[in-house]
């Protein structure tokens, strides 16, 4: 089975949150038969790292700047989906160098050290243009660098069978130039009904006054008869879809309302990145808010995983040879035995 011991996939979950790329991972490995072994995972925020222990049993170790690497165990694969941060762009090719105070760095100095055969990267859309492209093609000279040939692309949640709209870049790369094909998607999206709450407190509700605002805003549009997230741009316009736009952490409590009237309930939150309901809520509304913000689509990553184990495991069909780049089905929610979830 190629560069798996006892087909056991180690991996790493590096800036880990509520547990998306470890979710992602053992879906993508039971459908290769193959078991999942998180060796280390991180997150520095302590209500990611409570929410995670209550899922898996395991607490993530805090802030990576202050972790030798000789403390990561080794691994096959890293997984990380790490903050979108300026480099110190200098001209002068330093690569690796430039990259220090970065969280990226970070990333760079264990695959230095640990060299695993793999890695997937995850980020926001905007990392591509980020800074004219300069920060993305440190990046990559950076990985290039490290001796691993990567690619990247822009994928988009909807795609993958869940009713959000969430465009990311994922950057892949590998110790060993392979073949590689990127997942199309093409995954029928449920209904947004489906993830919606019947039963939901009053709590969830907006007031009177935003409520009104809402609809004298959409005044004189068609009337819609199936459920739909409003969502409010940065210019004050709403816009009714059938579909949640992309959830995130920091927004306005009503940047995203239910037929207009209430904010996404923590289930139906979790169930807009693709989480199962076997998961557990371990903190309250405002700390769950900001953690399925901050998180990954599930199904989307696993689908990234799995072609990457693919290519690992010499199973792609019509493959396109990974190079070192320059800037320019739905998945089935079964888990380790091991695990707190109900498979």
């Known amino acids: 089975m190629g560069i798996f011991v006892g087909k056991t996939l180690r991996f790493i979950d590096l800036f880990c949150g509520i547990g998306g790329f470890r979710i992602a991972a053992d879906i993508a490995c039971r459908e290769r038969q193959l078991s999942a072994h998180c060796v280390f995972s991180s997150d520095i925020d302590p209500d990611a790292q409570h929410a995670y222990y209550s899922n898996f049993g395991e607490k993530p170790a805090g802030d990576i700047t202050l972790i030798a690497t000789e403390d990561i165990p080794d691994h096959d694969i890293l997984f990380a989906g790490f903050p979108c941060q300026p480099f110190s762009i200098c001209g002068d090719g330093k690569g690796f160098d430039d990259t220090r105070g970065t969280l990226f760095f970070d990333i760079a100095r264990i ?5 695993p055969s793999a890695f997937v990267l995850e980020n926001v859309k905007q990392l591509r243009g980020h800074n004219e492209g300069k920060t993305l093609a440190r990046i990559l000279e950076t990985l290039a660098e490290l001796g691993y040939s990567t690619d990247y692309k822009v994928l988009n949640a ?9 465009e990311r870049i994922f950057i892949i790369g590998f110790k060993k130039q392979t073949n590689f094909c990127w997942p199309t998607g093409n995954i029928a999206m449920p209904p947004l009904a489906s993830i919606l709450e019947s039963e939901v407190p009053d709590f969830y509700y907006a007031s009177d006054k935003i409520r009104q605002n809402r609809l004298d805003k959409r005044e004189g549009k068609p009337t819609l008869t199936e459920p739909t997230i409003w969502h409010e741009n940065k210019g004050g316009n709403i816009s009714a879809l059938p579909y949640s736009c992309a959830l995130r952490a920091g927004a306005s409590y009503n940047y995203l309302l239910v037929n207009g009237e209430r904010r996404l309930t923590e289930r139906e939150m979790l169930r807009l990145q693709g989480f199962p309901d076997s998961y557990k809520i371990a903190c309250k509304y405002q700390a769950t808010r900001k953690q399925a913000g901050n998180s990954v ?3 989307c990553v696993a689908a990234v995983v799995g072609a990457v184990l693919d290519s690992l495991l010499a ?3 019509q493959p396109s040879v990974v190079k070192n780049a320059q800037p320019q089905a739905q ?3 079964i888990f380790e035995p091991s695990s707190t979830y109900t498979i």
């Open 331 to 333: 998945a089935n929610f």
């Open 315 to 317: 199973k792609t069909v």
């Open 111 to 115: 695959l230095a050290d640990k060299k």
């Open 158 to 166: 909807l795609d993958f069978g869940v009713p959000q709209k969430r």
């Open 297 to 299: 689509a599930v199904p």
